[in-house]
């Protein structure tokens, strides 16, 4: 039973949260558990976070805070849970929160429409030049209509190539279908013939391939030891001359030096990033691209998705004191 004698699960876990989330979700963490909320507006330090995963019961990080092997080992007894805020755990040693009996949990599911939302505004964007043509009436460098002003190219026709089929990669190609835009995907299993046929989805088992045949890719894959760099020098020197990348993903899943040199030699047609391989730094390289869309990883911030994912949070943290099973607890297949 849980919370007996014989389970250590305290009522009231002392809950340690390393950022400021939204006012509902943090006043409803206060009600259910001992919250100690970082509210200093910066991102925790290390020798905070050694600190908080030192005397924290449950441990709620996001994608900023490393929480490494080393910092997992200073871990004290009673931390038995790190409920991440946040869909990836690529920030998170998952090897080494399981060999100390640490479950993780994460976010899954409620930031699919926004995400997919946001890489559609990209695949939108990009081809038809919107950054540009925003920049040229911001800087009064605009002169009026003409035939062969600001021209890109229409997706409508166009074949889109998604790396990573899971929920938002089919929320994509639901977006896309609506355009006329053909999809081709790559992912690690084939999806049933009765969902591509919804989709108007083409299975491509060989990556190569739909790199050298896309107009649009999209990469829509988490970030794990099997996807790091995984669209590399050679990969990127397939994409036609005239294609976009877009990537809301994790900016290390592309190398982003070849990127760059291929954005500034016209090896490709251009780009739209809401990630990076440095973040929050962005490479000076990219700001003076007008090929690239640049935004600052704000794929899922809505209200409704921040919301949604504090109340994930707060769920999985009450199945554990229940002596349950957390419904979103991360598995072998992210590592």
Same mark, same amino acid.
């Given at each position: 039973?849980?919370?007996?004698?014989?389970?250590?699960? $305290? $009522?009231?876990?002392?809950?340690?949260?390393? +950022?400021?989330?939204?006012?509902?979700?943090?006043?409803?963490?206060? #009600?259910? *558990?001992?919250?100690?909320?970082?509210?200093?507006? +910066?991102?925790?330090?290390?020798?905070?976070? #050694?600190?908080? =995963?030192?005397?924290?019961?449950?441990?709620?990080?996001?994608?900023?805070?490393?929480?490494?092997?080393?910092?997992?080992?200073?871990?004290?007894?009673?931390?038995? /849970?790190?409920?991440? *805020?946040?869909?990836?755990?690529?920030? =998170?040693?998952?090897?080494?929160?399981?060999?100390?009996?640490?479950?993780?949990?994460?976010?899954?599911?409620?930031?699919?429409?926004?995400?997919?939302?946001? +890489?559609?505004?990209?695949?939108?964007?990009?081809?038809? @030049?919107?950054?540009?043509?925003?920049?040229?009436?911001?800087?009064?460098?605009?002169?009026?209509? %003409?035939?062969?002003?600001? !021209?890109?190219?229409?997706?409508?026709? %166009? @074949?889109?190539?998604?790396?990573?089929?899971?929920? =938002?990669?089919?929320?994509?190609?639901?977006?896309?279908?609506? *355009?006329?835009?053909?999809?081709?995907?790559?992912?690690?299993? @084939?999806?049933?013939?009765?969902?591509?046929?919804?989709?108007?989805? +083409?299975?491509?088992?060989? !990556?190569?391939? !739909?790199?050298?045949?896309?107009?649009?890719?999209?990469?829509?894959?988490?970030?794990? @030891?099997?996807?790091?760099?995984?669209?590399?020098?050679?990969?990127?020197?397939?994409? %036609?001359?005239?294609?976009?990348?877009?990537?809301?993903?994790?900016?290390?899943? =592309?190398?982003?030096?070849? /990127?760059?040199?291929? /954005?500034?030699?016209?090896?490709?047609?251009?780009?739209?990033?809401?990630?990076?391989?440095?973040?929050?730094?962005?490479?000076?390289?990219? /700001?003076?691209?007008?090929?690239?869309? !640049?935004?600052?990883?704000?794929?899922?911030?809505?209200?409704?998705?921040?919301?949604?994912?504090?109340? %994930?949070?707060?769920?999985?943290?009450?199945?554990?004191?229940?002596?349950?099973? $957390?419904?979103?607890?991360?598995?072998?297949?992210?590592?």
């Amino acid at each position: 039973m849980p919370n007996s004698q014989n389970d250590p699960r $305290p $009522p009231r876990p002392k809950l340690i949260v390393t +950022t400021e989330l939204t006012d509902h979700v943090m006043e409803r963490m206060r #009600e259910l *558990f001992d919250a100690h909320i970082n509210l200093t507006g +910066t991102a925790m330090s290390r020798n905070g976070l #050694e600190s908080a =995963i030192a005397t924290a019961d449950v441990l709620t990080p996001t994608i900023t805070d490393r929480i490494d092997a080393d910092l997992i080992a200073k871990a004290g007894p009673q931390l038995k /849970l790190i409920a991440n *805020f946040g869909v990836g755990v690529d920030h =998170i040693d998952l090897q080494a929160a399981r060999a100390n009996g640490i479950i993780v949990t994460n976010t899954p599911g409620v930031l699919t429409e926004d995400t997919a939302d946001m +890489t559609m505004a990209l695949i939108l964007s990009v081809p038809r @030049r919107l950054g540009e043509g925003e920049k040229l009436i911001r800087q009064k460098e605009w002169s009026g209509w %003409k035939p062969s002003g600001m !021209l890109g190219h229409r997706v409508n026709g %166009k @074949r889109l190539g998604i790396i990573g089929m899971g929920r =938002i990669g089919r929320a994509v190609a639901a977006r896309a279908k609506g *355009f006329g835009i053909t999809t081709l995907y790559y992912n690690r299993h @084939r999806l049933p013939e009765s969902v591509e046929a919804e989709l108007g989805a +083409t299975y491509a088992p060989d !990556l190569d391939a !739909l790199l050298s045949s896309a107009d649009i890719i999209s990469i829509n894959c988490p970030h794990t @030891r099997e996807t790091h760099g995984l669209i590399d020098a050679r990969r990127i020197g397939l994409i %036609k001359p005239d294609a976009y990348l877009i990537n809301t993903a994790r900016g290390e899943i =592309i190398d982003e030096d070849a /990127l760059i040199k291929a /954005l500034e030699t016209g090896a490709i047609g251009g780009a739209g990033l809401d990630v990076y391989t440095h973040e929050p730094d962005v490479d000076p390289r990219l /700001l003076a691209l007008s090929n690239v869309v !640049l935004l600052p990883h704000m794929g899922s911030a809505t209200y409704e998705g921040r919301e949604a994912m504090g109340e %994930k949070v707060i769920a999985n943290i009450r199945a554990w004191v229940d002596g349950h099973r $957390p419904p979103d607890q991360v598995l072998e297949g992210w590592v």
